[in-house]
């Protein structure tokens, strides 16, 4: 396929996968709106109609709960193809039906694109009504996700990191007990190969942390006080470090001086308490299981996005230089989820070893913001060929490039246009 026919493939993705203003993952698998899948869409939505993009966010944002959390999922219509569905999060802190946690913010970082590439003021419109919102989910992170204050993010459950099945919880995972969960029906592996998909342990595991939250009635306090897992995420805190930087560039061109003031004390907590996810060993940082004092052993792909945090000091840059071309020497497509040298990675079993685009694209956006972009521009010819072979698959073998998991996948076709795509690229030039 030309490249002119993939752009065009991957308008055609967003457009069928378009609910009426919200985008789905993709259809059959993931059939209602993601928190970060949907930001990301925003993205590609806007290299062809910004209006579209708004709106994506702005769904997203309708589902904010009153806590100021911004749910992983709104279910907004019933669909008995997926599982575990409203009835089992049985939650109640919202307009829309939604699970119980949040997933990865990016939205800042995305809202901040939307207004740069936008000439007619009108972005910055719908960005002022939304800077409120914004404001208080990055208030309940850190209220409800750092209580101890420790300037890093926990996840209560693997699925808030996004990276759900990430060798990086195991250990935490298995020390939840089992229990009121009740015979259950799992609808992913209907949908894909199971020997992709995490094992049955692990699920009773997921629905075990869900019966917990749900016990306590979602209460944000008391979640993060009992939940029986509490890992600080270097993914989600380097994200939200990201995006507060960009929150702190919004608020200062909106005029807003005591919320600019607010952002910037958590910059520099979150600056200082990243220290705490480095592994002094590995030379990168690594999850931090809270409710033990572990840290994780391994590298994982959020490990090189400590650049795209603003954290890009020469030892940092240096040791994950080193880390990316030893494992550029192991397989043949970066960035691998998960370490290949590691004992736990498996290439193809979802965030244990698979290559997913929007995670080379923020890679590679602070690669290059620390002045690498020799490295930058190989994760992006590394995207463009995995999708040229593969196609807009839900992520891709480090391997042979296989496509892999769930089809004409959004986040992937978004990615595609906004970055991986040559035309953008001589378009951009
Ligand atoms: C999987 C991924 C998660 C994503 C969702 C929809 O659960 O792990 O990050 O948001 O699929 O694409």
Not at 6 to 13: F, G, H, M, N, Y
Not at 50 to 57: D, G, V, Y
Request: aromatic share 12%; hydrophobic share 40%.
């Amino acid at each position: 396929m030309s490249n002119a026919d993939l752009d065009k493939t991957a308008r055609t993705i967003l457009i069928e996968n378009d609910q009426g203003g919200y985008t789905i993952p993709t259809k059959g698998l993931y059939p209602y709106q993601w928190n970060w899948d949907s930001v990301f869409v925003a993205l590609g939505f806007a290299t062809f109609d910004q209006s579209r993009a708004w709106r994506e966010i702005e769904m997203l944002f309708e589902g904010q709960w009153r806590d100021g959390m911004v749910p992983h999922i709104l279910f907004r219509k019933d669909d008995p193809s997926y599982f575990p569905g409203p009835s089992v999060w049985g939650t109640d802190g919202g307009p829309i039906p939604s699970s119980g946690h949040s997933q990865p913010p990016v939205a800042a970082t995305v809202i901040k694109d939307l207004v740069d590439a936008d000439g007619s003021g009108k972005a910055l419109e719908r960005a002022v009504k939304l800077m409120p919102q914004l404001m208080n989910w990055h208030r309940w992170y850190l209220a409800y996700r750092d209580p101890k204050d420790l300037g890093v993010l926990a996840v209560i459950h693997p699925w808030e990191s996004g990276r759900d099945n990430l060798p990086d919880w195991d250990e935490a995972l298995r020390a939840v007990e089992v229990k009121d969960i009740g015979p259950y029906e799992r609808k992913d592996t209907s949908h894909v190969d199971p020997a992709m998909r995490p094992h049955k342990e692990d699920y009773d595991r997921y629905l075990s942390i869900m019966a917990a939250c749900r016990n306590v009635g979602w209460d944000p306090q008391k979640v993060a006080e009992t939940c029986p897992f509490f890992v600080a995420d270097p993914g989600v805190t380097f994200i939200f470090l990201r995006a507060n930087r960009d929150l702190l560039i919004l608020a200062e061109r909106l005029g807003l001086d005591a919320e600019a003031e607010e952002v910037r004390g958590w910059i520099r907590k979150m600056e200082a308490g990243a220290k705490t996810l480095w592994n002094d060993e590995l030379k990168a940082h690594v999850a931090l299981n809270e409710r033990t004092g572990r840290q994780t052993d391994g590298i994982s792909s959020a490990s090189f996005l400590a650049p795209y945090a603003g954290l890009a000091d020469q030892t940092t840059l240096t040791s994950l230089q080193g880390h990316f071309d030893r494992i550029a020497s192991k397989v043949r497509y970066l960035m691998p989820s998960y370490d290949p040298d590691h004992r736990n990675y498996e290439p193809l079993r979802y965030w244990r070893g698979p290559v997913w685009a929007m995670i080379n694209y923020m890679i590679a956006r602070g690669f290059a913001e620390a002045g690498d972009n020799e490295r930058a521009n190989r994760l992006r010819q590394d995207t463009a060929d995995l999708i040229a072979t593969g196609g807009f698959a839900e992520y891709f073998s480090p391997e042979n490039g296989a496509g892999a998991g769930g089809g004409t996948f959004s986040w992937t076709a978004a990615i595609w246009l906004t970055w991986a795509s040559p035309s953008h690229q001589e378009q951009a030039a």
